[in-house]
DNA sequence: CGCGCGATTGAGTAATTTCAAATCTAGTGG
DNA sequence: CCACTAGATTTGAAATTACTCAATCGCGCG
């Protein structure tokens, strides 16, 4: 929980107390390789803390492929959050592909917390707001871009997961086909 | 200012005597057709709420091409949230396509009735978790579906835009080119 | 150790873009 | 209020780009 208490106090303070208070709402859960988070269909109980681990949230397509929202190492947030927010049944799926440990968190919980902490409230709406602009960049980034670009810009901000994740993922998440991608990788060296 | 009251009021109870505090830091502004909220490069001072007439925020990309970033009307926020948040240069265009009103915040005042006002700072994270949720959904319509498609969502969704807005822009935002987008349209019919 | 998943490569195809020109529309100024 | 003009839309044809399908290779997971 420690992870936990760093990750938010980066962001607003919070007294020790406070802390104990709040890290119950948070419950640890070790997830294996594969592992589902989130089944397309089913409700979405929690959103999770990243403690370690990689993941991928993607959503199937009436063809049945595959396109990544968001993909997830230590420190992030993540899940379904139209079904989270709005409590549908999930349109996606998250899946675990590198085992690690995640903190859940009801929506309850997060609601709860940031009614009766008004620094907890200030911490969602900061996280959210750092969220909302790196999704605006993405948007500009599928607009503007051509695959190449795309490729190159993710690569340099996240060059982390460009070696942890196999590429055909990263082409899902660019939009592209894998063998497109393949393609302007080799042009790329 | 009424607008600004219900428009709040939507989402968390407030005061009379809060609403008087909350008002001063807005300040309204008439803007006409083709006027610029926003230019590139320079400092983006506010936020908007539209209170009436229709505007475009848009990227020129290296080639001079326009992508849309979003539309708003009514009721709509509007800035360049990038630079406004994280206090840069404008890397958009914010222009009026129908003359109408706007109320403007400066990042300080809106940081400033956070912090004195739980209750705003709820709102403002509840209209980010809106705003974050529509971006997302439109990233999945980005990825996974077709022109075809994404144009039919977008008439769907914004059966008053398709009126109001010139086609050509509508196809930046869908990222489509416009040629494509009228045969498309003709097709349709 | 073997199987399966991921990556690569090739060839043909489908879709969209680009360029160009003609037509239509709506905003502007007189 | 009308006429004019710039902007918006449509259409055609060629060119580009990425996709699909298929086959092969290689490596790592189980």
Not at 3 to 26: C, G, M, Q, R, V
Not at 97 to 126: D, I, P, Q
Request: proline residues 2%.
């Amino acid at each position: 929980m420690e992870k936990l208490k760093a990750h938010i106090k980066d962001i607003t303070n919070i007294s020790d107390e406070d802390f104990e208070h709040i890290k119950t709402f948070f419950t640890l859960k070790k997830v294996k390789r594969h592992q589902h988070l989130i089944q397309e269909d089913e409700q979405v109980k929690f959103e999770f803390l990243i403690l370690s681990g990689v993941f991928r949230a993607f959503y199937l397509d009436a063809s049945g492929k595959e396109h990544i929202i968001q993909f997830a190492t230590e420190n992030w947030w993540l899940s379904d959050y139209v079904a989270y927010f709005k409590q549908l049944p999930a349109s996606t799926n998250v899946i675990c592909m590198e085992a690690g440990e995640v903190l859940c968190l009801t929506l309850e919980g997060r609601e709860k917390l940031s009614e009766n902490l008004h620094g907890m409230e200030h911490f969602f709406r900061v996280k959210l707001t750092n969220a909302y602009v790196a999704q605006q960049k993405r948007i500009v980034a599928l607009l503007s871009s051509n695959p190449q670009k795309r490729f190159e810009e993710f690569a340099k901000l996240y060059p982390d997961l460009m070696q942890r994740i196999p590429k055909k993922y990263i082409a899902e998440y660019l939009g592209v086909s894998r063998e497109t991608l393949s393609r302007l990788y080799s042009a790329n060296k």
